[in-house]
């Protein structure tokens, strides 16, 4: 059974920084695109980031864009999502998801993921 375990998630004053972690079991990990979507109460599931099976191909949502930073160690069968400048906005809870398919390109759209960890929670205050 394919696991996702996210971790480093918590509560943070805006301005501040967190990194999330997602492990990766029992999955072809490497040669599989890996995505971050966060959910807000009240809120759709939306994309924060993706990266593909190398790391050469990464995208970003507009609204983290130069505070954010998406890696991946395929030894490892990590990938992290390095939070800076944290406003209020961005809390939520942040699901880590494996790509269906050995993909080039890195996805956006949730439906292009086969995988999904079980979240963790993100609070900044303000």
């Known amino acids: 059974q394919v696991q996702l375990v996210e971790s480093g998630g918590g509560l943070v004053q805006a301005g501040g920084s967190l990194r999330l972690s997602c492990a990766v079991s029992t999955l072809t990990f490497s040669n599989r695109p890996m995505g971050w979507f966060r959910q807000a109460p009240g809120k759709e599931r939306e994309f924060v980031a993706a990266?593909?099976?190398?790391?050469?191909?990464?995208v970003y949502a507009d609204s983290v864009k130069g505070r954010f930073t998406i890696s991946r160690d395929n030894g490892k069968n990590t990938v992290w999502l390095q939070m800076n400048s944290l406003k209020p906005e961005d809390t939520a809870i942040y699901y880590c998801?494996?790509?269906?398919?050995?993909?080039?390109?890195?996805?956006?759209?949730?439906?292009?993921?086969?995988?999904w960890g079980q979240g963790t929670q993100v609070t900044v205050s303000s």
């Open positions: 990266i593909s099976w190398n790391g050469g191909n990464i």
């Open positions: 998801a494996a790509a269906g398919a050995a993909w080039a390109r890195p996805p956006s759209r949730a439906a292009e993921y086969a995988y």
